[in-house]
T-cell receptor, first 111, second 114 residues
Framework: TQLLEQSPQFLSIQEGENLTVYCNSS?????LQWYRQEPGEGPVLLVT?????EVKKLKRLTFQFGDARKDSSLHITAAQTGDTGLYLCAAGSGGYQKVTFGTGTKLQVIP | KAGVTQTPRYLIKTRGQQVTLSCSPISGHRSVSWYQQTPGQGLQFLFE???????NKGNFPGRFSGRQFSNSRSEMNVSTLELGDSALYLC?????????????FGPGTRLLVL
C-alpha cells in the first residue's frame, strides 16, 4: 500500500507570501495528481504529472514531479485569499483507478 | 454539462442501521469511485465501478458495498453502522478507468452515526 505524506499539515500565511507544499512516498508512482478542496465541496483536480522531473505551471502555481517519481511539490507564488483550502496529492499505480490520497495540507491565506 | 450529484447531502443514522447513498456521474462517464473522508484518516479509497463491474476495492470491511447500474449511476451501501462510519462520503466519476484519468468529485454526503 502506497503511503503519501504531505508537509506541512497546516499553513497559515499572509496574502502575497510564497509557499511550498510537499508530497513524499517511499514508492514509485506512475502518475501524481494535485487537488484542492474547499469546505463543503469535493476535491477539484489542479494538475496531473506523469514524467519524472516534470514541471507544470498553472498561473501562480508550479508543480514539480521528482526525478525518481517518488515525490512532488506544489509552489504558490504571491498567495491570495482564494488559494485557501485543503491541498491533496494523489498517486496511482497500475491500470485501475486505485488512487491513494495524501494526508493533506490545510492552507489559510490571511488578507 | 451537469456535474456529479450525490444524494442525500446530509444523513443522520443510529448504530446498527444501514444506509444507501446515491451518486449520479457526469453524462458519458463510465467510471465511478467512492471515497471516505474523515479528519483522522483523510481521504480513503473505497471502491471503483466501471461498466457495472467492481474494478478495485480499498481496505474496508464487507459492510461497505456498492453497485453500478447500466446508466452508470452508482449506489453505496453500509450495513450495521458503527460510530466510526461517520464521515463525508465522496463520489467521483471519470470517462475511463485508470489513475491518470481526471476524476470529477461530487459535493459528498455527510453521514453522522449516533
Amino acid at each position: 500500500t502506497q503511503l503519501l505524506e504531505q508537509s506541512p499539515q497546516f499553513l497559515s500565511i499572509q496574502e502575497g507570501e510564497n509557499l511550498t507544499v510537499y508530497c513524499n512516498s517511499s514508492s514509485v508512482f506512475s502518475s501524481l495528481q494535485w487537488y484542492r478542496q474547499e469546505p463543503g465541496e469535493g476535491p477539484v483536480l489542479l494538475v496531473t504529472v506523469v514524467t519524472g522531473g516534470e514541471v507544470k505551471k498553472l498561473k501562480r502555481l508550479t508543480f514539480q514531479f521528482g526525478d525518481a517519481r517518488k515525490d512532488s511539490s506544489l509552489h504558490i507564488t504571491a498567495a491570495q485569499t482564494g488559494d485557501t483550502g485543503l491541498y491533496l496529492c494523489a498517486a496511482g499505480s497500475g491500470g485501475y483507478q486505485k488512487v491513494t490520497f495524501g494526508t493533506g495540507t490545510k492552507l489559510q491565506v490571511i488578507p | 454539462k451537469a456535474g456529479v450529484t450525490q444524494t442525500p447531502r446530509y444523513l443522520i443514522k443510529t448504530r446498527g442501521q444501514q444506509v444507501t447513498l446515491s451518486c449520479s456521474p457526469i453524462s458519458g462517464h463510465r467510471s465511478v469511485s467512492w471515497y471516505q473522508q474523515t479528519p483522522g484518516q483523510g481521504l480513503q479509497f473505497l471502491f471503483e465501478y466501471f461498466s457495472e463491474t467492481q474494478r478495485n476495492k480499498g481496505n474496508f470491511p464487507g459492510r461497505f458495498s456498492g453497485r453500478q447500474f447500466s446508466n452508470s449511476r452508482s449506489e453505496m451501501n453500509v450495513s450495521t453502522l458503527e460510530l466510526g462510519d461517520s464521515a463525508l462520503y465522496l463520489c467521483a466519476s471519470s470517462l475511463e478507468t485508470g489513475p491518470r484519468e481526471t476524476q470529477y468529485f461530487g459535493p459528498g454526503t455527510r453521514l453522522l452515526v449516533l
